[in-house]
Each structure stands twice: as C-alpha cells, then as structure tokens.
C-alpha cells in the first residue's frame, strides 16, 4: 500500500505561483504512476495533471495547460505540481493519486488517494 499525504497549499493573489508536494510511503515509490486532481465547491472532482513513474512522460488538462509543471523525485518519494500564473477558478482542494504500473506509462484511474490541499486564488 501507499500513503499520500498532500502540503503546499494556501491562499495567493490571481497571477501568484504555489508549488504542492505529494509525500509518498512505500519502497516501491520509483514503480508508481502519480496523478494530481482537483474538487471545487459544487464541482466535480477533475484531472489536473499525471506523470509516469520514470517522470519521462507527463500530461495536462487543457485548464492548466502552460501553467502548471508535474514533476518527481524518486529518491524523496515526491510528486511536485508547480503552479504559475493561477487563477481564481483554479481554487480548489488537490489531491495527489497514485497507482502502480508494470510500464512506464500515464495512468488516468488510480487505487490510492491523499487528503488533499486547499488552494485559493484570490482576484
């Protein structure tokens, strides 16, 4: 099994930058595909950004796009989401996600979920 726990969040001004850390238990760190995902108010939770446990291979939804960078370190057993210019619709709680992968390939469903981080952008 895997433990996420999810920091960095906070409240920024529109244009500002938060960077969140996804802190990962477990050995076998280095074989997990990680996600980011978002739930606003009301909303539905979404797909943010994934990377693949080599860190080679990454994607983004089309919200962020440009913006935000996914990125990890295996040997911390952390998955970074660097967020730029944010936005106030980007105000949401974040949740890290991860699943393990035989291949080194994006992963969109995942087993092990964190709590999550609350971000706010404000205008």
């Known amino acids: 099994q895997v433990q996420l726990v999810e920091s960095g969040g906070g409240l920024v001004q529109a244009g500002g930058s938060l960077r969140l850390s996804c802190a990962a238990s477990?050995?076998?760190?280095?074989?997990?595909?990680m996600g980011w995902f978002r739930q606003a108010p009301g909303k539905e939770r979404e797909f943010v950004a994934a990377?693949?446990?080599?860190?080679?291979?990454?994607y983004y939804a089309d919200s962020v796009k440009g913006r935000f960078t996914i990125s990890r370190d295996n040997a911390k057993n952390t998955v970074y989401l660097q967020m730029n210019s944010l936005k106030p619709e980007d105000t949401a709680v974040y949740y890290c996600?991860?699943?393990?992968?035989?291949?080194?390939?994006?992963?969109?469903?995942?087993?092990?979920w964190g709590q999550g981080t609350q971000v706010t952008v404000s205008s």
């Open positions: 990377i693949s446990w080599s860190g080679g291979n990454t």
């Open positions: 996600a991860a699943r393990y992968s035989v291949y080194d390939i994006i992963i969109y469903e995942y087993d092990y």
């Open positions: 477990g050995r076998t760190f280095s074989r997990y595909a």
